[in-house]
């Protein structure tokens, strides 16, 4: 059974950070390109950051180039993003995907980041 489970999430201030787990389980992680996406109230899901499976390139919405940082590691089946200097225009909820093309992905049940004063 697949399951992607991420957390880290919650109230931040602006200028805050936050770092985001998404732990992977029921497939061989080290085969899937990892990525997080967010989905703003009234908005459509967006890409954030991605890595590939080895994590020899990384990949950036311009919104957060120089604030986060995705990260992996195979050996805990897990993928991480580093949030700093978080504005309020960042909150969300966040995904986490795992890919395989042609077709495989899955989706997580997302986790709550709040950025306000």
């Known amino acids: 059974q697949v399951q992607l489970v991420e957390s880290g999430g919650g109230l931040v201030q602006p200028g805050g950070s936050l770092r985001l787990s998404c732990a992977a389980s029921?497939?061989?992680?080290?085969?899937?390109?990892m990525s997080w996406h967010r989905q703003a109230p009234g908005k459509e899901r967006e890409l954030v950051a991605a890595?590939?499976?080895?994590?020899?390139?990384?990949n950036y919405a311009d919104s957060v180039k120089g604030r986060f940082t995705i990260s992996r590691d195979n050996t805990k089946n897990t993928v991480y993003l580093q949030m700093n200097n978080l504005k309020p225009e960042d909150t969300a909820v966040y995904y986490c995907?795992?890919?395989?093309?042609?077709?495989?992905?899955?989706w997580g049940q997302g986790t709550q980041v709040t950025v306000s004063s």
């Open positions: 995907n795992a890919q395989r093309l042609p077709r495989e992905s899955y």
């Open positions: 029921g497939f061989t992680f080290s085969n899937y390109a």
């Open positions: 890595i590939t499976r080895t994590g020899s390139r990384i």
